[in-house]
């Protein structure tokens, strides 16, 4: 069967989740036992044989993550269906190249992760807004305003004055390169370490932390401005 062939869609009914960053970051780090990772590394190996019923156990293993990725990545269900698509097909056409050298979860998410980057970019060229999302009952919802304060809703000041750190955040991060976005974004809203974040990328764990450093002063500094 080719690789064109292959259709990878969320499981039927499956609701896409509303991002909250103390999940995201627990969930995204998928710790595996050695018992499952060595059932993971038979499942590589049989689906580098040529079995799709292997190849479709790892799928459904990283499914909902590797969506929850580009969801909160790229701010749109749309955009993170048809990457979650084209992020396992390009795992099927290339998974003879997996040379165990990392794991199957760092793997796919580089894979994910560059999707992203790409379409970063080509947003950023647009300069098209990166915020917004729609939740799974077609609300919009702002990714921004999960890193403040869940309870300003009771008071009306503290909710004015979230809604425009958000919206100043919001324009913060437009400015930034987009690997200095991605590279934020997976630290502080997956939570992931940056040495995971340098594999991700190809690069290293040394480079990341630079792009995390200028990331974070440049935020600075335009936040400062826009007081």
Not at 121 to 138: F, H, N, T
Not at 199 to 218: H, S, V
Request: hydrophobic letters at 40%.
């Amino acid at each position: 069967m080719s690789a064109d062939s292959l259709r990878v869609f969320p499981p039927s009914g499956a609701q896409l989740p509303v991002t909250d960053p103390a999940k995201l970051k627990s969930s995204q780090r998928m710790a595996i036992d050695p018992s499952v990772r060595a059932t993971e590394a038979d499942l590589i190996r049989e689906a580098q044989a040529g079995s799709r019923t292997a190849f479709d156990a790892l799928v459904r293993q990283y499914d909902q993550a590797v969506l929850r990725l580009a969801l909160h990545l790229t701010g749109s269900e749309q955009d993170a269906e048809d990457i979650h698509q084209e992020a396992f097909l390009k795992a099927y056409r290339y998974l003879g190249n997996f040379r165990f050298e990392c794991s199957f979860y760092t793997w796919i998410y580089r894979i994910v992760t560059n999707l992203c980057l790409d379409l970063l970019r080509r947003r950023k060229s647009r300069r098209e807004d990166q915020a917004v999302m729609l939740d799974s009952s077609g609300e919009e919802i702002d990714l921004l305003t999960n890193v403040t304060d869940q309870r300003a809703s009771a008071n009306p000041d503290r909710e004015l004055n979230r809604k425009i750190l958000a919206e100043r955040i919001r324009e913060a991060l437009d400015k930034l390169t987009p690997r200095e976005r991605m590279v934020f974004e997976l630290k502080h809203y997956q939570g992931l370490k940056l040495r995971t974040i340098g594999e991700m990328l190809n690069t290293t764990e040394e480079t990341a932390k630079n792009t995390l450093f200028r990331a974070t002063r440049k935020l600075r500094t335009i936040l400062a401005e826009l007081r």
